[in-house]
């Protein structure tokens, strides 16, 4: 069986063979009808000096380099915006003096005699007792102490800052 077989696949893939290479043996001339290119084709016999297809637009030069599968779009082509130029009037803008930022301390109380007042401040998690004259994480200073105000000191501007307390005991 396996002969067999092997007889069946050499024939079948023989006579593939010779008919893919027929045509361009046996039966050398392409087409006989010219596709249109906007010219009569010729009437006149054939010339010997002519060989057959010269005309053909297959075989000219510019053709055959062309692309075989040149990209298409389905869409349109967006119009591309037009972009104009305007000057640009920079006018100078003068520097603003710095200034401190707010102040981060929330008042919760205070404690004793006018003497030995100390005043409890909180910023975030931390709660800070302080006195008149006391700096503050090197960056503020409690200046003066009045019933309803706290006078602060920011020290990298020098720029006082005052925190309400709310009113008198």
């Known amino acids: 069986m396996n002969t067999q077989r092997a007889v069946i696949w050499v024939g079948f893939l023989g006579v593939s063979a010779a008919l893919a290479w027929a045509p361009g ?14 010219e ?8 010997a000096a002519d060989p057959v297809g010269a005309g053909s637009p297959a075989n000219r030069p510019e053709q055959a380099s062309g692309d075989l599968f040149p990209t298409q779009q389905w869409t349109k082509p967006q119009a591309l915006a037009t972009v104009t130029e305007q000057p640009v009037n ?4 003068a520097p603003s003096a710095p200034t401190a930022p707010a102040l981060p301390f929330q008042f919760i109380g205070r404690m004793g005699e006018r003497d030995d ?18 700096v503050i994480e090197d960056t503020y200073r409690l200046e003066r102490v009045s019933a309803s105000e706290l006078h602060l ?9 005052t925190l309400s307390v709310g009113s008198a005991p």
């Open 153 to 161: 000191v920011y020290l990298p501007l020098h720029q006082s800052q």
């Open 90 to 93: 920079a006018a100078p803008v």
């Open 40 to 47: 009569p084709a010729p009437t006149g016999p054939v010339g």
């Open 117 to 134: 007042l100390q005043i409890f401040l909180q910023s975030g998690e931390k709660l800070y007792v302080v006195r008149q004259g006391d």
């Open 25 to 38: 043996h046996w039966f050398g001339q392409e087409d006989s009808v010219a596709p249109f290119a906007g």
